[in-house]
């Protein structure tokens, strides 16, 4: 039987074009270049397509959006949606070729069209969290390979469909939690892990306060901008009047779409303590909220302002999330010493600790094009990226148990400590905080 490696010989030797199915390839091991799909082409979706075409990663044959292209993204002057999408992968790849040849990327807005294509192998999916899991697991389940950004899942339920979807189908799954693929977080995690600085006792974790204004009560909604497909942004969240504020980047400041920065910068460092903790798979035994802020009632974003949670695991640790100005930091304290790692950079209570420590690295090295070659490298090998449906699955679960507790915060005030059944995925005893943890999806995508 022919596979990848030898049709594109037999190509090259008979001038064929080199656009073929990768069904002619054999199912599980395309061994030469990888073709993708990137759904959803926002602030981080072509921010990574630009990587992944800077470290050739492979060929970028479609790009999907509900949005056909807008102003309004992080800062008002960043121009994003499928149209920009399309353009940057075909004028990048023009301008890199050297045959001269025309290169194709097919512009879409129903990601469905992706899916439904022989020829790709594996998408990128860069859409806001209350899809992740629905595309997730239609692509799986059309024998793709996938790369999603984290926070993995919008709902603990959403993990275990993800977790099946991937084992059943047999795939190559990456969460986009870049950290995994960052040297130095490595260095930290591993070194803690390791035991350098004795037995852990406390995690400290920090996310960011949140960078957008939200409108405030009193609100009116605006009309839905005609390149925008409103009505398949919203998909199976509730049914609500169009806002700029409600969308484009804004959509993590909302309930509805995502979970606050406890959910969007939680991912990464509460992922980094699990990992120090040697503790991929799994979580606390009990957690509570310590304090909570929130916009005034009616305001557009509802998600809290400013939390801290404090949470405990089965070997004794304690783990503290709390908001800061440092966006994403974790410190680990230990019997014999301390060492921190985060957007600000990596510090220890002993220089002796981080000898040996690398720089991150820069340019088509950095930690997120580092994390795409690591999923493009596993795509062909079939081994387990450095980030699997496991190790996402978990960190976002911690992040919604917190966010249950922050959501019960007005009512229960400080004091009220949850118990956690991390292998049930289930509070112990407490209804009021498993209801907490159900998310409502609208038909037809329930
Ligand atoms: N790994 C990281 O460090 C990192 C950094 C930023 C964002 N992210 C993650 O990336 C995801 C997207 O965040 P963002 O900041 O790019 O948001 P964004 O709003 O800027 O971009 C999301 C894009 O997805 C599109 N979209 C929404 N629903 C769609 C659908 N059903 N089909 C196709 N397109 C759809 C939107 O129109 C938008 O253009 C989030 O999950 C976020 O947490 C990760």
Redesign the pocket.
């Known amino acids: 039987m022919s596979n990848r490696r030898d049709f594109l010989k037999t190509s090259a030797a008979l001038s064929l074009p080199l656009i073929v199915s990768s069904t002619v390839f054999g199912d599980k091991a395309p061994s030469e270049r990888i073709n993708v799909g990137f759904?959803?082409?926002?602030?981080?979706?072509?921010?990574m397509l630009k990587r992944f075409i800077n470290r050739d990663l492979g060929n970028v044959l479609a790009v999907?959006?509900?949005?056909e292209g807008s102003l309004g993204?992080?800062k008002p002057d960043?121009f994003?949606?499928?149209e920009p999408a399309k353009k940057m992968v075909e004028q990048t790849a023009a301008a890199k070729s050297k045959s001269g040849k025309p290169y194709q990327c097919d512009a879409?807005?129903?990601?469905r069209q992706v899916l439904n294509r022989d020829d790709i192998d594996a998408v990128i999916?860069?859409?806001?969290?209350h899809?992740?899991k629905?595309?997730s697991v239609m692509a799986l389940e059309a024998g793709k390979d996938v790369y999603?950004?984290?926070?993995l899942t919008f709902s603990v339920a959403d993990g275990r469909a993800m977790i099946d979807a991937v084992r059943k189908n047999d795939r190559v799954f990456q969460t986009?939690?870049?950290e995994r693929s960052n040297p130095v977080s490595q260095f930290v995690c591993e070194a803690v892990k390791a035991g350098k600085i004795g037995p852990i006792k406390k995690i400290i974790t920090k996310v960011g306060f949140n960078n957008m204004v939200s409108p405030k009560p009193g609100w009116k909604p605006m009309p839905v901008p005609n390149t925008?497909?409103y009505r398949?942004?919203l998909?199976p969240a509730p049914e609500l009047p169009y806002h700029d504020d409600r969308?484009?980047?804004?959509?993590?400041f909302h309930y509805d779409y995502?979970g606050g920065q406890i959910?969007?910068f939680g991912?990464?460092c509460n992922d980094m303590a699990h990992w120090g903790m040697g503790l991929d798979v799994g979580g606390p035994t009990e957690i509570e909220c310590e304090g909570a802020g929130f916009l005034p009632e009616g305001s557009l974003f509802n998600t809290a302002t400013e939390t801290r949670f404090r949470c405990k695991y089965e070997n004794g640790v304690e783990l503290f999330c709390e908001s800061g100005s440092e966006g994403v930091q974790t410190r680990f304290e230990g019997a014999d010493g301390w060492m921190v790692t985060g957007y600000r950079g990596t510090y220890a209570s002993d220089l002796e600790l981080l000898a040996g420590c690398p720089t991150k690295p820069q340019g088509v090295d950095d930690p997120?094009s580092a994390?795409m070659a690591n999923f493009i490298d596993c795509v062909k090998s079939r081994q387990e990226p450095a980030a699997p449906v496991e190790v996402g699955n978990s960190s976002a679960v911690l992040c919604h148990i917190a966010n249950a507790l922050i959501r019960m915060y007005p009512e229960t005030g400080p004091g009220y400590v949850a118990k956690w059944d991390a292998k049930a995925e289930q509070f112990i005893d407490d209804d009021a905080a498993n209801k907490m943890l159900i998310r409502e999806q609208r038909d037809p995508w329930s």
């Open positions: 759904i959803g082409t926002g602030n981080q979706g072509m921010a999907c959006d509900v949005n993204y992080k960043h994003y949606g499928r879409y807005n129903d990601f999916i860069v859409v806001p969290d899809w992740h629905i595309i999603c950004e984290k926070p986009g939690s870049q925008f497909d398949t942004w998909g969308c484009l980047y804004r959509f993590r995502s959910t969007n991912a990464h997120h994390h």
